[in-house]
């Protein structure tokens, strides 16, 4: 999607501009009119400027800053002390940096799998249930519930499921299915990573599910009509129709669930806690736990910026990736 | 559109796997918020060994889970009427008129999405310290801040996605009410918001999902009266035990609205999707 105008609307807005300095009627419209844009996008722009750019502003100052617990009450006059956080917190050789550096792959590991195979699941799901048989509806709206639940919610089951020894996992796993012999933890250790992994899926897919299958059914049905006369295959089809017409559509989801997986720290946090266990550490609960664990804002702080300046990156050439071609289909 | 064998199969499978995927924690919710509490502890078991309502009556005096509900609701409710008033009459300009520093203002509403929100919690709870000494409002541990706050994380998505939807609406509608003597914001509240209904009570979905999730600024700019439900449900966990079966049925309890709403409107979200966010 775009919010550029269509050349329609364009030739007609500059219709009255042209013609300003000669018929009086128009002239005394135009101001008006144009101040009626700025009047309405202003209560945005205020919000956006004091929730987010102010204070990501700051945040970037604090990162300059040696902000602790001893100086955080008269913080407007923390000591500046230039490079220094950033030296200490992402230097690769440093203890503070490698951890950092590790735990960034990590989160692009992490990223990687739950926005591919939510996509992926999403997709199927989108296309099995785009079809009509009977059952449709339930499914459809099963399928919206793990979104629907507050993640807190979602977060609080699953760590009961994954529970100590002798949770429903374990149950399944040892006892009914007899797969494991021992009852392997799950919330620390190595295999945190998976769980923090499989709850990721479980509370992102259906949010792929809904918006291909929105996208799904702005798909004309004589195109599938007219393929399957020329003897397409299913998978022709999908390759052939379904995917480019989506295209514009899945461009959005993994950019804004790749966007929102990078930064997730609410699951992790849930599940573990202040400290995630160094198997599943994220970027985002790691720089939460030297800012409000360890009480070094400034070192979090310099952290922050990092991790913005990855993301801006990556969403750049991702954009530039998709964008050129995105736009022709609007 | 003609069924092969093939899809039909692909079709069972996929179906029969999500469906298990996204049932199994489901069923593990409910069954165990009718458990007794010695049945929750040790080895989980599939069944209650008997069914009671009791976690039902006995979490509301545990903690104080009904303020907790009250808080959620009222920065909830409040944060997503204000979202969509304020994203509607932002989106509009965006779709229809032409101003200078449209480029700039959408690109940089969109930017913020992308914001850690990691990397603003401490200076805005320093803005809000800030903010109080020197024009008096309570920010920080009070409904404002937090209301703010998440009106603010709706806005990026809730601003595109209508944007995109009031775009696909066509223009002659407006124009047809403006000759009849109504001026633009008059064609907006009278043909405009109609006609775009499904999409802004997606973008209100979207937006109420996302404020009754939020867990990270809730812990920071709460105290122990404005405490929402993602920070108030952990006080079921003691040093030496949680009540598994309170927490769970609290939990359920607390879904349910949600999740009844979202059935709801679930129809207008799919077909409000398409027409706005993925066109």
Redesign the interface.
């Known amino acids: 999607?775009?919010?550029?105008?269509?050349p329609?609307?364009?030739a007609e807005?500059?219709a009255p501009k042209a013609d300003s300095g000669r018929g009086s009627a128009r002239k005394r419209r135009r101001p008006r009119?144009?101040f009626?844009?700025?009047g309405?996008?202003l209560?945005?722009?205020v919000?956006?400027l004091?929730?987010?750019?102010?204070?990501?502003l700051?945040?970037i100052y604090?990162a300059f800053l040696s902000l602790t617990q001893l100086t955080i009450r008269n913080?407007t006059s923390a000591p500046f002390v230039g490079l220094e956080n950033f030296i200490r917190g992402l230097d690769p050789s440093g203890s503070l940096g490698g951890a950092l550096f590790e735990s960034l792959f990590r989160t692009v590991l992490y990223t990687a799998l739950v926005v591919g195979l939510s996509w992926a699941?999403g997709m199927?799901?989108a296309v099995?249930?785009n079809?009509r048989?009977r059952g449709r509806g339930v499914?459809?709206?099963?399928?919206?519930?793990?979104?629907?639940?507050?993640?807190?919610?979602?977060a609080?089951?699953?760590a009961?499921?994954f529970?100590q020894r002798?949770?429903?996992i374990?149950?399944l796993l040892v006892?009914d299915l007899g797969l494991l012999d021992d009852r392997p933890f799950w919330l620390i250790g190595g295999n945190s990573f998976w769980v923090l992994v499989i709850v990721s899926i479980?509370r992102l897919w259906p949010f792929a599910f809904?918006?291909?299958?929105?996208?799904l059914?702005?798909i004309p049905?004589d195109m599938?009509?007219a393929a399957?006369i020329d003897g397409a295959?299913?998978w022709k089809r999908f390759t052939g129709i379904t995917l480019p017409m989506?295209r514009?559509?899945n461009a959005?989801?993994l950019l804004?669930m790749g966007?929102w997986t990078?930064?997730e720290?609410?699951i992790p946090?849930?599940l573990f806690g202040d400290t995630s266990p160094e198997a599943a550490r994220l970027i985002?609960p790691l720089?939460?736990e030297h800012?409000?664990v360890n009480w070094n804002?400034g070192l979090?702080?310099a952290m922050?910026?990092l991790?913005?300046i990855v993301?801006?990156i990556a969403?750049a050439v991702y954009v530039r990736m998709v964008l050129p071609k995105g736009r022709g289909n609007? | 559109?003609?069924?092969?064998t093939?899809?039909r199969w692909?079709?069972r499978i996929?179906?029969a796997f999500?469906?298990v995927?996204?049932?199994?924690?489901?069923y593990?919710?409910v069954v165990?918020s009718v458990k007794p509490l010695e049945n929750v502890r040790?080895?989980?078991?599939?069944l209650p060994d008997r069914i009671t309502f009791q976690p039902y009556v006995d979490m509301w005096s545990t903690i104080p889970l009904a303020r907790y509900l009250t808080n959620s609701l009222v920065v909830t409710i409040t944060a997503t009427v204000l979202a969509l008033?304020?994203?509607v009459?932002?989106a509009?300009?965006?779709?229809?008129?032409?101003?200078r520093g449209?480029?700039v203002?959408?690109m940089?509403?969109l930017?913020?999405?992308?914001?850690?929100?990691?990397?603003?919690?401490?200076?805005?709870f320093?803005?809000f310290v800030q903010g109080e000494e020197i024009l008096g409002i309570q920010l920080t541990g009070s409904y404002t801040g937090l209301i703010?706050?998440y009106?603010?994380f709706a806005?990026p998505?809730s601003?595109?996605?209508l944007?995109?939807y009031i775009?696909a609406i066509p223009?002659g509608l407006e124009e047809a009410a403006m000759i009849d003597g109504t001026s633009?914001?008059g064609a907006l509240v009278r043909v405009i918001l109609p006609v775009a209904r499904p999409g802004i009570l997606a973008v209100g979905v979207f937006a109420f999902?996302t404020a009754?999730?939020?867990?990270?600024f809730a812990s920071?700019l709460t105290d122990t009266e404005t405490r929402t439900?993602?920070i108030g449900?952990k006080l079921y966990t003691s040093q030496v035990d949680t009540l598994?079966n309170q927490?769970?049925a609290a939990?359920?309890t607390?879904?349910l609205p949600?999740?009844v709403a979202?059935?709801l409107v679930?129809r207008h979200?799919?077909?409000?999707?398409?027409?706005?966010?993925?066109?």
């Open positions: 999607m775009s919010t550029t105008e269509q329609r609307s364009r807005e500059e009119s144009s009626l844009p700025y309405m996008v209560p945005a722009a919000m956006e004091l929730i987010h750019i102010i204070p990501m700051l945040g604090i913080w699941l199927a799901a099995a249930l079809s048989f499914l459809r709206t099963l399928f919206l519930v793990p979104y629907a639940l507050p993640v807190y919610v979602a609080i089951i699953w009961f499921m529970n002798d949770g429903m374990n149950r006892e479980w809904l918006m291909l299958l929105a996208a059914q702005s049905a599938y009509e399957a295959s299913t989506v514009s559509a959005v989801v804004v966007l990078f930064n720290f609410n946090y849930l985002s720089i939460y800012s409000f804002f979090g702080a922050s910026v991790l913005l993301l801006i969403s609007d | 559109m003609t069924e092969t093939g899809f692909f079709r996929t179906l999500l469906t995927f996204t049932v199994l924690p489901l593990v919710l165990t040790g080895l989980f078991t599939w008033i304020i994203s009459l932002a509009y300009p965006l779709a229809r008129l032409r101003f449209k480029r203002f959408s940089t509403v930017s913020t999405q992308m914001f850690p929100g990691i990397l603003f919690l401490l200076p805005l320093l803005i703010i706050t009106l603010t806005l998505f601003i595109w996605m944007a995109g775009q223009e633009r914001i999902i009754w999730g939020e867990v990270l920071v439900l993602s449900l598994w927490l769970l939990s359920l607390i879904s949600v999740i979202f059935m679930q979200l799919v077909s409000g999707l398409s027409a706005g966010a993925v066109k």
